[in-house]
């Protein structure tokens, strides 16, 4: 996922340099194609906004921009940064990463300008992800819970098959407590036992969750994703500076 410019700063403990090295504390299967990857941050200090993203890669090699996946109150309180990496279809990681716990990894930011904003003047959130496109909007969706919960939040999550959602037991969690509006769409065929919905996201999808046209939503996926939700959202009344997006690059 690209972030392509610098953002200022919110969260955990001694000021940051734009550059640490930090070990892996665990990697985590989040789905047949991804990773969850907890890195310690050591004590160091690390300010972001929900929404940005970090540059990182092997120690001394080259770094590629992920968004971070929790909010800044989580890097408080566990002092971890949490990335969802895709991994290779034979399930080893990409060239400039490593998944082995320990190993050292090179971590420069946060950048990007995708971001929650300080005090958003709507009353209704929607996030749109596809993918690991989830792992920005599941940082503001954190940070929207734990200091906004007075916000309406409607999740729109679309993966090619029912295995590819990373935390899906969480976001189940959400919206069986009320606390989020979950709404899942697979694009290939689904396995016998799927009772959500099949296909990809169109106006009538997005109308369950537009519920006024001051909702600020938030888009995350592939080219696809990006190109073919915005045009819906401005047909259901939403303007597009209420629209933001975050591409992969």
Excluded: K, N
């Amino acid at each position: 996922m690209a972030a392509r410019s610098p953002g200022p700063s919110t969260c955990c403990r001694t000021p940051v340099p734009d550059l640490l090295t930090l070990r892996l504390r665990e990697s985590l299967a989040a789905t047949p194609r991804a990773r969850i990857l907890r890195i310690d941050l050591a004590h160091h200090r690390f300010d972001f906004h929900a929404g940005q993203a970090v540059l990182v890669g092997l120690h001394g090699g080259p770094r590629r921009p992920y968004s971070i996946a929790v909010a800044p109150e989580d890097v408080r309180r566990t002092g971890c940064l949490e990335l969802l990496v895709q991994i290779e279809d034979d399930g080893t990681s990409p060239g400039h990463l490593s998944l082995e716990p320990a190993s050292l990894l090179d971590v420069e930011g946060p950048i990007g300008s995708f971001r929650f904003p300080d005090r958003p003047m709507e009353r209704s959130l929607l996030f749109i992800a596809g993918g690991t496109g989830i792992a920005p909007l599941r940082a503001m969706l954190r940070h929207v819970l734990a200091a906004r919960p007075d916000l309406r939040i409607g999740l729109l999550y679309s993966a090619r098959t029912p295995a590819e959602f990373a935390y899906q037991e969480e976001l189940r969690d959400l919206a069986t407590r009320g606390r989020i509006e979950l709404h899942q769409t697979v694009t290939r065929e689904t396995p016998p036992g799927w009772t959500r919905r099949q296909g990809r996201i169109d106006r009538d999808t997005l109308a369950e969750l537009v519920h006024e046209p001051e909702t600020l939503c938030f888009l995350c996926g592939p080219p696809a994703l990006l190109e073919s939700i915005p045009p819906i959202l401005t047909g259901l009344g939403v303007a597009p500076i209420r629209i933001r997006m975050e591409e992969w690059g």
